[in-house]
């Protein structure tokens, strides 16, 4: 936690690089980026700016559903601006790791699985698919995606490509019960795995399982993948054709955390 003598010293260090040099590490930033965007999309000079950028991460705030057990979040102000913008200011935080929009690593589940802060930045930036079962899922709560799921969707819109996040769109939101409400079959989890090369699986819902049930994260974070759960807008983006990146964070040693997830359509 900086406090505002820490964070004034920080700023002034800041203002002492030269014009020229902040110019120089923007060009190298800006150049970074497209050529990620372009590796992650497959066109020559395409990048996010390019695209419609949808966010598919809940706001992340006191009231937000969270699964059962799991400790409050909580915002304390540290510090205050002043008169004539004087000071800066600044909050301590304190949330479980696994609130609000957020990643499960390996180590969520799976005891010598790797932590949120060794999964590969290549993998943070995947084809994003999202399979519904929505008209199922609004008659049975506990609806899970099946293999025959995947089967039809791949029969609409072709294979899943290898590398992909998989997302399942309940149409269930953590606001309106989606902690008790629809998951992965976990046949279907190892059946992406397997056969589809998937690097993760995603819901809107705050859990990839069904409540009770385990099995859809042992089969993804015991493959040396991850999940992302409490996905938010998937409604608002196709069933194929999008970018996903996954802002995970690189807590030392972390099960998982909240993450910022966005899809570039």
Not at 50 to 64: C, E, I, K, M, Y
Not at 106 to 132: E, F, Q, W
């Amino acid at each position: 936690m900086c406090d505002d003598d820490l964070v004034r010293h920080a700023h002034e260090e800041a203002r002492r690089f030269s014009r020229r040099t902040a110019l120089r590490m923007t060009g190298g930033v800006a150049a970074g980026v497209v050529g990620v965007a372009s590796a992650a999309s497959g066109e020559a000079g395409a990048s996010p700016g390019r695209g419609r950028v949808v966010d598919l991460t809940h706001v992340l705030s006191h009231d937000f559903p969270l699964w059962p057990g799991s400790a409050p979040v909580v915002a304390v102000p540290t510090s205050r601006i002043g008169p004539g913008n004087q000071g800066f200011a600044t909050r301590w935080m304190s949330f479980s790791e696994h609130s609000g929009t957020h990643v499960d690593a390996p180590a969520h589940k799976i005891g010598n699985g790797i932590t949120v802060d060794r999964i590969p930045a290549r993998d943070l930036i995947a084809p994003l698919i999202v399979i519904s079962i929505a008209d199922r899922a609004r008659a049975d709560r506990r609806a899970r995606l099946t293999e025959r799921d995947v089967e039809v969707h791949e029969s609409r819109h072709g294979r899943i490509p290898n590398g992909a996040l998989v997302a399942l769109h309940s149409g269930w939101q953590p606001s309106t019960g989606g902690a008790d409400a629809a998951g992965f079959d976990p046949a279907a989890v190892t059946m992406l795995v397997r056969e589809r090369g998937v690097v993760a699986i995603g819901t809107d819902t705050l859990s990839v399982d069904i409540r009770g049930a385990v099995g859809a994260h042992t089969a993804i974070l015991g493959a040396g993948r991850y999940a992302v759960e409490a996905m938010a807008n998937l409604s608002s983006v196709p069933a194929v054709g999008a970018q996903v990146i996954v802002g995970a964070p690189r807590f030392a040693g972390g099960t998982g955390g909240p993450a910022r997830v966005l899809a570039v359509v």
